[in-house]
């Protein structure tokens, strides 16, 4: 239960508890885009090293989809927010 | 035609009842199966905020029954069975800002207290249990071990875990298991 991260409904909470989507920096393609952005936005992913924005889903708590940027390195956590927009939701 | 009666069994009917671990140590565990009564989840609609207060006026006025778990996300129970009117009753209450999931037939209350209930339950969540930090009726999802499950603080010595009724006699078998140092007295019938 090493790694923690600080849900901002539920406080800090050992990674166990969250399902990783992986990047949140990519955008659907148009549903008229050519198949080459398709198949780069559904199999193509790039492996950074360092700071990194990620989806993490907190299916073990409030079951809501985070947006967390940490250290692919070191693991250090920078931030995690709800990736809803502010007013969204209840 | 029926061509059997359905009978309904509660969860942990079948689970292990009785004293077992250490002898009295003076902090011993005492686990109870809570009466099956009702569990609805209640879901804020979209845009929606500030519903605490109506969701008190649907629960049945105890101090713990309303649990919140996330935002727009709680659960509201008692050991009271609801009718199908009664609950549509409830939700015509809630007027459209949030609506009502019937799980009573879906999730287990267990009863836990003594004096060392927070080290027991600390060896299954990562969840900071402290009185100051976790008062009375404060609710967390998380995990206990592997099993998903709402850990509510009802009193300043017991807790309340409500957990998918599938798991149940799972997390009751492994809450003796963790107890046993302390030594527990289990109750699995209602």
């Known amino acids: ?90 | 035609m029926v061509d059997f009666a359905l009978v309904h069994r509660p969860a942990l009917a079948g689970a292990k009842s009785g004293s077992f671990g250490a002898p009295a140590t003076g902090n011993r565990i005492t686990l109870a199966a809570l009466p099956e009564g009702h569990v609805l989840q209640v879901l804020g609609s979209k845009g929606s905020a500030g519903l605490e207060d109506l969701i008190r006026q649907i629960a049945d006025g105890n101090q713990t029954a309303a649990r919140a778990y996330g935002p727009g996300q709680w659960f509201v129970v008692g050991d009271a069975t609801l009718s199908p009117t009664e609950i549509a009753g409830k939700a015509a209450l809630l007027s459209g800002k949030a609506s009502i999931a019937e799980q009573s037939h879906g999730r287990i209350r267990i009863g836990m207290s003594g004096g060392s209930v927070e080290a027991v339950l600390a060896k299954g969540t990562a969840v900071d249990l402290d009185r100051a930090k976790f008062p009375v009726g404060r609710s967390a999802m998380t995990l206990i071990g592997h099993i998903s499950a709402l850990i509510t603080r009802t009193g300043d010595e017991s807790f309340e875990v409500m957990v998918l009724r599938g798991f149940a006699e799972s997390l009751w078998d492994e809450l003796i298991q963790m107890s046993l140092e302390f030594g527990v007295d289990a109750r699995a019938t209602v």
Request: glycine share 6%.
């Open chain 1, 1 to 90: 239960m090493a790694s923690l991260i600080a849900c901002p409904h539920c406080g800090p909470r050992p990674k166990e508890e969250f399902t990783v989507r992986g990047d949140a920096g990519i955008t659907r393609p148009a549903p008229d885009a050519r198949e080459d952005a398709w198949y780069a936005y559904v199999y193509l992913r790039d492996n950074p090293r360092g700071r990194h924005k990620e989806h993490w889903h907190h299916t073990s708590g409030c079951r809501r989809w985070l947006i967390v940027e940490r250290d692919t390195v070191t693991h250090a956590v920078y931030a995690v927010t709800d990736a809803a927009a502010q007013g969204e939701t209840a």
